[in-house]
């Protein structure tokens, strides 16, 4: 597997070695001793999500207070765009993001660590996602960040306004967001 830091060294990208010919693919998409000697980092994820949307549709920007979950985030059908926001106040990465296209045919994942904020909108006409959580879901502690907010200026790639459910839409300001230390 080749790991690729991003511009917030704590995020990183993956992409996985494919073996392929005539009849399809292989690949390993999670190798805990290669992402442990990659990234120096031991996790232990406890829950896979499974999510499905339609062109346009924009999850996040999620992250939980209390019991924070780093993702690793793949896609398994379609294309997405996909961002952490760093909302850490100690670092000197707080409030920037970054953010990558996953696909099913490149077969990146994105590692989103602890601390930050999630999203992706779909590209596609149709995209799955799946990602593997470090900690459970904890709808008490869920929090959310708006997708367009100003000062975070995130450049999601489309053009109008994307579907969004009414929780995101509630979502608040980052000047005014709980973050971390």
């Avoid at 207070?65 to 000197?92: T, W």
């Amino acid at each position: 597997m080749k790991i690729t830091l991003t511009e917030i060294p704590d995020v990183c990208t993956i992409e996985p070695k494919v073996f392929g010919d005539s009849r399809g693919f292989f690949f390993e998409s999670y190798n805990e001793k290669q992402f442990m000697e990659a990234t120096g980092l031991q996790v232990a994820f406890v829950q896979d999500n499974h999510s499905r949307s339609k062109k346009h549709v924009l999850r996040g920007l999620h992250y939980q207070i209390r019991q924070p979950q780093g993702k690793l985030v793949r896609v398994i059908s379609g294309e997405v765009f996909d961002v952490a926001v760093d909302i850490r106040r100690s670092s000197s990465t707080f409030g920037k993001w970054v953010g990558d296209y996953l696909t099913a045919e490149n077969k990146k994942q994105i590692w989103v660590p602890s601390g930050f904020a999630h999203g992706f909108i779909v590209l596609s006409d149709v995209a799955e996602v799946l990602y593997k959580t470090t900690d459970y879901w904890a709808p008490e502690h869920e929090r959310c960040i708006r997708w367009n907010d100003p000062e975070l200026n995130l450049q999601w790639p489309i053009a109008g306004n994307p579907l969004v459910s009414e929780k995101d839409e509630k979502g608040v300001l980052f000047r005014d967001a709980e973050v971390f230390p």
